[in-house]
């Protein structure tokens, strides 16, 4: 059973930062892909950032140059830096990990964000 679990979000103030953790309970390496999706009420859940095995990164348009998603392989920990924030970003974020050879996926519980004054 793998485990993912989310912290690090909060309420902070327009143009401001936060950082989520996802600890995950095995070997990151096991997984082809990891990802930050998020859903904001009353809308569907999007997919906002992932990091590959191979170290590439993909984003959504609407966080491009302000959020960057990275991985500590000794820690199993992937990270989502979350700079300039706008109230748009405010929903629950979700991580992801992926395994293509299985299809198989596993999702944490979520970390809410809020972004307000």
């Known amino acids: 059973q793998v485990q993912l679990v989310e912290s690090g979000g909060g309420l902070v103030q327009p143009g401001g930062s936060l950082t989520l953790s996802c600890a995950v309970s095995?070997?990151?390496?096991?997984?082809?892909?990891m990802g930050w999706y998020r859903q904001a009420p009353g809308k569907e859940r999007e997919l906002v950032a992932t990091i590959f095995g191979t170290g590439t990164t993909n984003y959504v348009d609407s966080v491009k140059g302000r959020f960057t998603i990275s991985r500590d392989n000794a820690k199993n920990t992937v990270y989502l830096q979350m700079n300039s924030l706008k109230p748009d970003d405010t929903a629950v974020y979700y991580c992801n990990a992926k395994e293509y050879y299985y299809e198989m996926e596993y999702w944490g519980k979520g970390t809410l964000v809020t972004v307000s004054s």
């Open positions: 095995r070997n990151i390496f096991s997984f082809n892909a």
